[in-house]
Structure formats: C-alpha cells, structure tokens
C-alpha cells in the first residue's frame, strides 16, 4: 500500500515527466506530517512554550558546550549547533540559487526549483537514484567514470549501469553517447544518463560546439517522444583551463528545453569553493512546463529521501557558508587565486604530457577539473598504481583494469615532473 501522502504527492506530479520517471522508491516516498512539519507550525505558532524538537534550550536559544563554542565564536549557539530545516536552511538555498543563475546567465527568467541542500554531492546523486532508479531504469555512464557511480546505481538501486565509451580517436565520443541514449529510449521509452563535466576522472569537459550537440541530441529523444532525465553532475563547475569549453553548465540549457525532458544539478561548495570536508551540496531541478505546486511536490520527494535517512544535513557548514555567500565578491576574488594555482599545475601537466610518451600509456583528453588520466595497453592500472607505490612512494587511482587517474590538484607544482616522468618510466619498464 503507498501511504496517503505519498499518493498525494504522485497525484500532483501526474502528467509530468517527473512522475513518469519515479522509481518503485520514488513512487512511495512521501514527507510526514511528524515530528519535523509539526516543529515547524509550532515554531510559528507555538509562542507561549514549544516542546516539540529534541533540544535543549535556555532561554529559548539552544545550549551549547562552551568548550566547543570557543573555536567559533562569531556564530551563534543555533547557527552552530541547532538543527537545520530537511531541505537546508532557506537563506542559504537562496542565495544558492543567486549563484546558480549568476553563473550561468541562460537560466535567467527561467523556472527551476528552489535548491535543496543534501550532505554531499554523493548523497544528492544517491538520493536522486532512490527516486529515479530500480532494477527497471538503468543509469547510462561514460566509460571511465567516477567508481561511485555503478555503487549508487547497481549494489543500492539494484540498476543496471550502461557505459558509452567516453573519448574514440582522440576525441569526445558524443556519437557513442547518442547511440547508447537511443538505444535506452528504444529499449525502456525512457532514459536516465549522469553526465559529469569537469569529468572525473578524465578532467574533460565539452567545447561549446560538443555541448550544444548534446542538448541537441537530448532534444530529439525527447521530441521523439521519450521521457529522458539528465543528472548534471557539477562537481567541479567552474575550474575550466581552456577558452573553448562551454561556461555553462547543461542544466541551464536542459531545463526548459522540452516537456519531456528532467533535468537535475547536482552542485556545491565542496570543490567549487574549496570546501571538501563541509559535505554541503544541492540538487535543483528543471523541467519546462513544471508549475511550483509540481516543484514542490518533487522537492518534498527528495526532503523524504534525506528525512529517512540522515534527517537534515550538518547545520555549521551551512552557516558558515550562508555568512561567506553574504560577500560574493570576496568570494570571488578569494576563488580566483586558487584557480590560479589549478591551472599552473595543469599547464605543468599538460606540457609534459604533450612532449613525453611511454609505450602502453596514454594520456585521455583533458581540459579542466582536478584530475587527468592515462588509458593503458597492455599494462593493468592496478600493477602500475601497486608499483608506483612501493617502488617510488607516489599514489594514483586504478579507475579500472585501464585506466590510471592522477589529481594534479594536490600535487605541488615542484612535484609534478618528478610524479609524471616515474609514471612514463614504470609504465615503460612493464
């Protein structure tokens, strides 16, 4: 039996693609009319007491071990320590979603979603293959991608995860990319593909030229008839080293692009504004056609998924973040000399890469991001990484059986021939 609620929210997303989409998960996740909706009428109605949150409170303010308020203390008890709304503190969604637009200027004027805040980008792509995902809708993927991915979508979701192969000659393999899609709408009526540009771990993203090609190839599935959801996995927005990449992210474009297209944005702070260890990121939706009612319908889906599980994400990052966000030019300008140094380190890189080769290593094409990696012939990513490791104390990442992922990221830039040529030199060695 689906519960009530969840009908209700079914109900108002019938004839959208959203509803068309959900998975058995998605189909019965609802958000309660407990503990949290009844803490949140009381908290505006409540004025005489209020004793419906788990917390304790002096004075009305929560209480807070001075001990631990001393290392910050230009936030206050209940920026700190009290508990953040489900879908993140609405200020900070706000203003997020200020940012979202000032980045990519397409998406002025045009309706999305008001961002939720998840804990982690991870959690947002696995909370959206709650609602998305089952052993009847697979996931499509580049080949390589990020390990996590076939994680979430197969060992948790039970999908199956279809790869393309992601570069063929050199170059982005949007036609293997069509083919796949194609033949996903053939096979299901209904298409489900992340796409993660800066790419990990290739550290590619698309030229104009190649982005416009895809939402052009998304359009005509969906124009076809087929209902087609695209996770724009945006992790390292931004971090772009070269003038021909596209500055936009594809949600701007796929948002309003057709009825029967769902577009979602997973972002965040975590690499964009050097923030990895806050796990604070958002997932925002699109789809044209979408009233708010619908929206919200969609949002309280995902509010659902982060209720039964993690309850709301950590309430400090986001006050922290919230009080940063506050001074965006700052911000900005802070941004910029990090990205300075990513981009030395990927001009020391590039440089090598394009003067040196090693028999059985190649590089993937790459563009931007933190990463950059090494497709192999007849040596397993696996015995290169282990002897790197033992032999010259440098560490990498086997992606898989063929491919050997660098972060050029962390290394300094004093570093970075010395780890590039024990990379040619291993590999020629094998």
Not at 137 to 145: E, F, I, M, T, Y
Not at 159 to 170: E, H, I, R, S, Y
Not at 220 to 244: H, R, T
Not at 314 to 324: G, W
Request: charged residues 25%.
């Amino acid at each position: 039996m689906i519960n009530s609620l969840a009908q209700e929210l079914n109900e108002t997303l019938q004839g959208t693609t959203a509803g068309s989409l959900l998975s058995d998960v998605g189909t019965r996740l609802y958000f309660p009319k407990g503990i949290i909706a009844q803490s949140a009428e009381a908290k505006k109605l409540g004025k005489t007491a209020n004793g419906t949150i788990g917390t304790t409170l002096v004075e009305g303010k929560p209480v807070m071990l001075p001990s631990v308020k001393k290392y910050v203390p230009e936030l206050t008890n209940a920026e700190l320590v009290g508990y953040a709304p489900t879908a993140g503190n609405p200020d900070l969604r706000a203003a997020w979603k200020e940012a979202i637009i000032r980045k990519n200027p397409s998406l002025k004027d045009k309706s999305f979603s008001l961002p939720v805040v998840v804990p982690g980008l991870t959690a947002g792509i696995s909370y959206l293959a709650d609602l998305f995902l089952d052993e009847n809708h697979p996931l499509v993927a580049a080949d390589p991608s990020w390990d996590n991915y076939v994680l979430v979508a197969s060992a948790r979701r039970n999908a199956d995860f279809v790869q393309f192969p992601m570069f063929k000659d050199g170059k982005f393999n949007i036609d293997g990319l069509e083919a796949v899609l194609k033949e996903q709408a053939k096979k299901y009526d209904s298409v489900r593909v992340i796409l993660n540009f800066p790419q990990n771990p290739s550290g590619y993203s698309p030229t104009v030229s190649e982005a416009k090609r895809l939402v052009e190839i998304v359009t005509k599935i969906a124009q076809s008839g087929s209902k087609v959801m695209v996770w724009c996995d945006d992790a390292y927005f931004g971090l772009n080293y070269e003038d021909d990449i596209e500055s936009q992210s594809l949600f701007a474009y796929l948002c309003d692009a057709h009825e029967n297209i769902l577009a979602a944005k997973i972002d965040g702070p975590t690499k964009e504004d050097f923030a990895w260890g806050f796990r604070c990121g958002f997932v925002t939706f699109g789809s044209k056609g979408m009233t708010e009612a619908q929206y919200d319908a969609l949002v309280k889906k995902i509010m659902a998924a982060i209720r039964s599980s993690v309850s709301c994400s950590s309430t400090p990052p986001q006050s922290l973040l919230l009080k940063a966000f506050q001074n965006p030019e700052q911000v900005e300008k802070e941004k910029l000399e990090f990205r300075a140094i990513l981009k030395r380190r990927y001009d020391l890189v590039k440089a090598f890469v394009t003067t040196h080769t090693a028999k059985g290593i190649e590089p993937l094409p790459f563009n931007s991001g933190y990463f950059m990696a090494f497709n192999l012939t007849g040596i397993d990513a696996e015995a290169l990484r282990v002897k790197l490791l033992n032999e010259k104390g440098i560490g990498t990442i086997a992606i898989d059986s063929k491919t050997l992922r660098v972060a050029f990221s962390s290394l300094d830039e004093d570093k970075i021939e010395v780890v590039y040529q024990a990379i040619y030199d291993t590999a020629q060695a094998m």
